[in-house]
């Protein structure tokens, strides 16, 4: 099991349970404004909002973690799941002037009810809220807004396919949704009381030989540069996308290479950032790569996709990257490094590491380049997000679907959320504003869309 001596312990609540070691992290990352996941959806069709919230009451009563509070504790510096009794979420109509999909995007992302009190007091906040934005062009967007210590980018979309799923049986049965006060499911454990036995097993002094590593690695990392690293940050969304066409060729190339896109993404992100700099061809960088790895499948006991909860875990590898590079040569480098330290248990063994190292970077930010809180340059899931569209979406109406988390507390400069959406590369880029500009990360993605595409990087496939 993780070293738990890292993080403080209350009191366990008879409703609820205190947080695991990663969960902690989540916790003193979100205030930050790292970790507010959101889930935006553009309809063509009017929402029933009542049948929207009794959808969405379904999807609290199955997964009592999303009827949960987190309760801050100031005097033990603690954190703590406490169920509620019944589904609390109340369906919210914002009043805005905010009309475009791309821009409620934003705006939820930053929207950030999990701010500690000043002074610090007792406070118990939800984790799930639910909005509905309505536009003049008769278009509509569904938003639901989670804390990302009780859901991940998995569990995300799983709740998306379970509401679409609810929304359209109730739409079709017209019925209301009860509910037995007297079911009660607790919330269930941590990801560090589900690592299997001697997966997480180090050393003591093997510990604290890596963190040091990690510590000093951190200093040498290249970063892009800083366009205002003083401002108040907000964080801010480009998107990347490919026609089906040129999705299949990339798949296809990183079947043949025996990789994963997760390798490619990386490679096309490490070559943009350095070309970025028109440094002298062999000049080289060191960058660093955060993969998350989803566990569920191979935690004790093992969990389906369904299970809400953050149940990944991140591998931090550093690249050497040149002007010279090529596309396919890096992503395998970028790839094989990565299948090597998850093979060697890194994921589980290094865990309890990297969140004590981003508790410290969020307490003392001036331990991070130009006190950026920026920990490495970029960040990707080792699986994208599969999304096929069905009937079910063109009777509610589904034109658009994004999924993303905010990253302006500690993280990446850009961290990429990826899915092949009905069979094209779509991913949502997000990254910390005004550390770096829109039109600098809006070139950035625009020059991996060309490296991904690019013919010759094809000539052999």
Known sequence: MSDQNFYPQAVEPNNGRTVGGTEHSWCLAV??????TVLALLLSKPPNHSLFQNALRKLQISHPILRSKIRHDPTSHSFSFVTAPSPPLQLDLPSTH????????????????????????HSETEVFFASVYASPDAKWTLVLRLHTAACDRTAAASLLKELLELMGKNEAEGAGIGWDSGEMVEVSLGIEDMVPRGKASKPFWARGIDMLGYSLNSFRLANLKFEDASSPRSSAVVRLQMDVASTDRLLAGCKSRDLKLCGVLAAAGLIAAHSSKCLPVHQQEKYGVVTLTDCRSILDPVLDSHHPGFYHSAILNTHDVKGDETLWDLAKRTYDAFAKAKNYNKHFSDMADLNFLMCKAIENPSLTPSSSMRTSFISVFEDPIIHCSSKLHQQIGVEDCIGCASVHGVGPSIAIFDAIRDGGLDCACVYPTPLHSREQMQQLVDNMKIILADDSNYAES
């Open 31 to 36: 205030p930050g404004g790292t970790g507010i």
């Open 98 to 121: 905010l009309t475009h999909f791309h821009s409620i995007l934003e705006h939820e992302l930053n929207r950030n009810t999990w701010l500690h009190p000043d002074p610090p007091s």
